[in-house]
């Protein structure tokens, strides 16, 4: 059973972080998983009845949903290829080049969400696979080959992919708000 479903069925409204240990995963690296947990559950809620012209709106400028979602897949991405002590692709840095712009055929929030989705999950599975001895093996990021370890790497998905997961909530009422009329007053 994934910690995604297991979340899901125990959650009820709890948080995932309040769920407690998991047992197939490091001790080490459970507060990652439930953020991770909690993200794509705060993910699937936030942008899930959007359309698409609310997913790709810029409310005042600002990135779009669509963008968001596209990010936290592709960075989750780019960051197991450097925990794996792996170099990025040209595929990959073509898709980052991408993220922001919606395409010929504007691709609709179920579809963002799935592929977010899909990535947290491969995120949770090396989560689950990696063990604590493997924590501070060195890894190098990016062409400069800046410094960091599978923790560093491995941590920074979690709060990452939570830093947009927030920014997907608020952009998502926002656009919400717009789309049905409903602008702050203030």
Same mark, same amino acid.
């Given at each position: 059973?994934?910690?995604?479903?297991?979340?899901?069925?125990?959650?009820?409204?709890?948080?995932?972080? !309040?769920?407690?240990?998991? #047992? +197939?995963? #490091?001790?080490?690296?459970?507060?990652?998983?439930?953020?991770?947990?909690?993200?794509?559950?705060?993910?699937?809620?936030?942008?899930?009845?959007?359309?698409?012209? %609310?997913?790709?709106?810029?409310?005042?400028?600002?990135?779009?949903?669509?963008?968001?979602?596209?990010?936290?897949?592709?960075?989750?991405?780019?960051?197991?290829?450097?925990?794996?002590?792996? @170099?990025?692709?040209?595929?990959?840095?073509?898709?980052?080049?991408?993220?922001?712009?919606?395409?010929?055929?504007?691709? %609709?929030?179920?579809?963002?969400?799935?592929?977010?989705?899909?990535?947290?999950? +491969?995120?949770?599975?090396?989560?689950?696979?990696?063990? +604590?001895?493997?924590?501070? *093996?060195?890894?190098?990021?990016?062409?400069?080959?800046?410094?960091?370890?599978?923790?560093? !790497?491995?941590?920074?998905?979690?709060?990452?992919? @939570?830093?947009?997961?927030?920014?997907?909530?608020?952009?998502?009422?926002?656009?919400?708000?717009? #789309? #049905?009329? *409903?602008?702050?007053?203030?």
């Amino acid at each position: 059973m994934t910690n995604e479903l297991t979340v899901n069925q125990k959650a009820g409204g709890t948080e995932a972080w !309040l769920l407690g240990p998991l #047992s +197939d995963t #490091s001790f080490m690296l459970t507060p990652a998983a439930h953020a991770l947990m909690q993200a794509a559950i705060d993910i699937e809620r936030a942008a899930s009845a959007l359309t698409v012209e %609310e997913v790709w709106r810029k409310p005042a400028g600002a990135p779009s949903v669509g963008f968001h979602l596209r990010h936290v897949a592709g960075s989750i991405d780019r960051l197991l290829t450097y925990a794996r002590g792996g @170099q990025l692709s040209a595929e990959q840095f073509r898709a980052l080049a991408t993220e922001s712009e919606p395409g010929d055929a504007a691709e %609709e929030a179920v579809a963002l969400i799935r592929m977010a989705k899909a990535h947290i999950e +491969d995120a949770l599975q090396v989560l689950r696979t990696t063990t +604590d001895t493997m924590l501070a *093996e060195p890894r190098e990021v990016g062409r400069s080959g800046l410094p960091s370890t599978v923790f560093g !790497l491995l941590f920074h998905i979690a709060e990452h992919t @939570q830093r947009h997961t927030g920014q997907i909530v608020t952009t998502a009422r926002i656009v919400r708000g717009i #789309s #049905s009329g *409903e602008e702050n007053q203030s």
